[in-house]
């Protein structure tokens, strides 16, 4: 009897959990209780990724991603819309994912579905199954005449983190022969490769495929984020222009010299258009930072030794386009727009007008110029070049485009997103002759039925004066029904990166609108060491850590408090994520008791131990200068070593939230816990938010709710 009750128990349990695996999430059409910003609210709403305009350029095609709370999932599905914005329809009847649509005529629609390459009618109709890889394919491509398609697929790889013996299946320990065995969250077991089919009758893929790397091994896209935008079609079909880091182990680890890639469908051979075929590889210390070594000099300038990615042919055929920087080490280097002259090998550098880094870009029809887009004083605008190298301003808004393609012969299909709103869909009529003319229509409204039941913040732009006599920006984000007579409990929101702008972005967990909503008033400088501003105010913080950008925080939070009397001097807090999270454990001891609390999540806390603890290795040899254990130490090295959080903390005095991932391989969570244990070994007043199972961000619903909650009723506690 007991043995059949629990057989029925399990049984009921299997029909649950596939019931809950089952469930077909979608739009949100939720109904709040006030008109503030919550978490539940933010969790509702819509997210729009990845899209394409047809051919024709009448319709587009999108990607949603909605979430549910009470099933800790997500669900991505599939519109259609058209350019005017009418017409809008939900593809996606599967409570499965489809991803990554891409239009392979103007009434036929390719997208991802369990792994597989599908396809669908835009109207809805005619679902079928174009490849048959049994779930394999991660990412897809198809040729400009339709004949053939890149398709990524991941292959075993153990130079780094050996197989294990046959004979011992269970065995979970991984022996590892060198640097790189962990990126980002994951253990380096596989890498992804580009494979290339042909097409047949009603664009079926052939599941005989060639391996464009194979035999080699190296990754493509670039580990961790690198997508299918790292590669691109020649106009003719003929050819593939790729990005790859060609190396393994601790040079792959201290290195960031990618390279752009040309193969040829059929010699299969390759062509590196970055390097002369002559070029040799020089021999890098790996404790000595690359900036002082000879292969960054610029002599060098003509062999792109830094990042090189995001390849993409000129319309008529005649140019690949890339985005390139100049050092090798330097991940956040200024990133130009590169352009290769197919026929003479001849590169041109076309936005060196442009004193920050273009983020996206796209041809013109007629190949004679480029849109691409870019932050200046923290927002995100449209810029066109020709080829030339002159550089035109074509939107001032306070907002961040996202993306950018072409939509027509005159129109541009972009992404748009400010503080106060989450990303839609705009047509985009560009004017270089006359960009005060350019204009702007929103053909999206993914979450209005949310937010037009949301009161607003109100934004605001200041300007500061430094400690060293410079103007910066910062960004004051005031409540909803703002009150100047009143006072309010201010946060100094401190930026991650630490080279990432502060500019009108859109964020569902460091969400300005939310914190507003709950009664805060925030202030967001742009710090020395975002870009923006310039590359000497750009670069100034490598190296100096906790030197001028440290004093810029101070300024921003004393300029608000003594200029705008709707601050509470009081109750201020500051908070941040990754070097946000070193800011805050930095200024924990150095803040002349201007706060009443602090939250860092994912910030480094003991530099010493963080050299080598995070897995991208010429990250901590550029911004720290050196190894630790060198004797012989650049000044900057010694700077940074002597200045390292966990060494003042016989000076911390306020309560402290630490917030960390146990996935996350950037930042190691022990330096959120050894952060967190030494403020309760003080007697401080702290909490230690850890999440087994997330990375350096937060992105399952509900653990993204928990850290809302978490960090309010931390700021409701000390600022309230």
């Known amino acids: 009897m007991k043995k059949c009750l629990l057989t029925l128990l399990v049984l009921i349990a299997s029909i649950n959990i596939q019931a809950q695996d ?30 394409q305009a047809s051919p024709d350029g009448k319709k587009i095609v999108y990607q949603v991603a909605y979430y549910s709370v009470k099933h800790n999932k997500s669900h991505h599905v599939l519109y259609t819309i058209k350019a005017d914005g009418t017409s809008q ?22 997208y991802l579905f369990e792994g597989d390459i599908w396809s669908v009618k835009a109207d809805g109709t005619g679902r079928q199954q174009l490849s048959k890889t049994d779930g394999k394919v991660e990412g897809f491509k198809f040729s400009p005449d339709r004949q053939k398609v890149i398709i990524l697929k991941s292959i075993p790889f153990h130079e780094i983190i050996k197989e294990n013996p046959s004979d011992l299946p269970k065995a979970t320990g991984r022996l590892v022969t060198d640097l790189m065995y962990r990126h980002w969250d994951h253990y380096v077991e596989s890498i992804q490769h580009p494979f290339v089919a042909n097409v047949g009758s009603g664009y079926a893929v052939a599941n005989e495929m060639i391996d464009i790397l194979d035999g080699q091994p190296y990754e493509c896209p670039m580990e961790p984020f690198g997508g299918m935008e790292q590669l691109d079609w020649s106009t003719d079909s003929k050819q593939i222009a790729y990005t790859c880091r060609k190396k393994t182990g601790l040079v792959y680890s201290i290195s960031t010299d990618s390279d752009i890639y040309l193969y040829n469908i059929g010699t299969r051979k390759t062509t590196n258009l970055c390097k002369p075929a002559n070029y040799v590889e020089p021999r890098i210390e790996p404790t000595k930072t690359l900036k002082y070594q000879n292969i960054n000099a610029e002599k060098n300038l003509k062999n792109n030794v830094g990042y090189d990615q995001n390849p993409k042919f000129s319309p008529d055929g005649n140019y690949v386009a890339w985005l390139s920087m100049k050092r090798c080490g330097y991940e956040s280097d200024r990133m130009r727009l590169c352009c290769y002259n197919l026929k003479t090998g001849e590169k041109t550098y076309l936005t060196e007008s442009f004193d920050s880094s273009v983020d996206d870009f796209c041809w013109t029809p007629d190949a004679k110029a480029l849109y691409f887009i ?7 605008n449209l810029y066109a070049t020709n080829l030339k190298g002159e550089v035109v301003q074509l939107t001032d808004n306070w907002a961040d485009f996202g993306s950018l393609q072409m939509l027509d012969n005159t129109r541009l299909l972009m992404e748009r997103h400010n503080f106060t709103a989450p990303a839609d869909l705009y047509v985009v009529t560009p004017n270089v002759k006359k960009p005060e003319k350019t204009t ?50 201010t946060l100094l929101f401190c930026e991650g990166g630490p080279q990432s702008p502060v500019s009108q972005f859109w964020s569902y967990r460091w969400n300005f609108m939310i914190m507003a909503s709950q009664g805060y008033i925030i202030v ?29 925080y101070l300024s921003a939070i004393d300029d608000a408090a003594e200029n705008l009397p709707y ?13 946000g999270g070193f800011s805050v454990y930095y200024l924990a001891s150095h803040h002349d008791k201007r706060f009443k609390c602090f939250i860092a999540h994912d910030g480094a806390f003991n530099l010493e131990a963080m050299y080598t603890e995070t897995e991208e290795n010429w990250f901590s040899n550029w911004e720290y200068d050196d190894a630790y254990w060198n ?90």
């Open 22 to 51: 089952d469930v077909n999430i979608g739009r949100q059409n939720i109904k709040l209780k006030g008109d503030r910003m919550t978490p539940e609210a933010l969790w509702a709403m819509g997210r729009i990724g990845s899209h």
């Open 89 to 110: 329809q939900l593809l996606t009847k599967s409570s499965k994912n489809e991803t990554d649509p891409q239009w392979l005529d103007n009434e036929t629609i390719a």
């Open 374 to 380: 870019g932050v200046w004083h923290a927002t995100e």
């Open 440 to 489: 702007l229509v929103q053909i999206t409204e993914e979450n209005k039925h949310i937010l037009d039941q949301l009161a607003k913040p109100t934004v605001q732009q200041h300007w500061a004066n430094t400690t060293d006599g410079k103007q910066m920006l910062y960004w004051v984000i005031l409540p909803p029904y703002f009150d100047e007579s009143k006072e309010y409990p």
């Open 524 to 552: 967001a400088p742009n710090r020395r060491g975002l870009p923006g501003f310039g590359q000497e105010w750009l670069e100034q913080i490598s190296g100096d850590w906790t030197g001028q950008c440290m004093k810029d």
């Open 567 to 579: 601050i509470d001097r009081e109750h201020m807090g500051a908070v941040g994520a990754s070097f």
């Open 631 to 720: 004797r012989e130490q650049t000044e900057n090295a010694r700077r940074t070593y002597a200045n390292s959080p966990h060494r003042f903390v016989d000076k911390w005095d306020t309560p402290i939230l630490c917030i960390h991932g146990e996935k996350d391989y950037r930042i190691n969570a022990t330096q959120g816990m050894s952060a967190f244990n030494a403020a309760r070994m003080r007697g401080i007043e702290a909490q230690l938010l850890i999440f087994p199972d997330e990375n350096h961000w937060v992105l399952k619903p509900q653990n993204g709710i928990l850290w809302q909650r978490t960090y309010f009723n931390w700021l409701d506690r000390w600022l309230k």
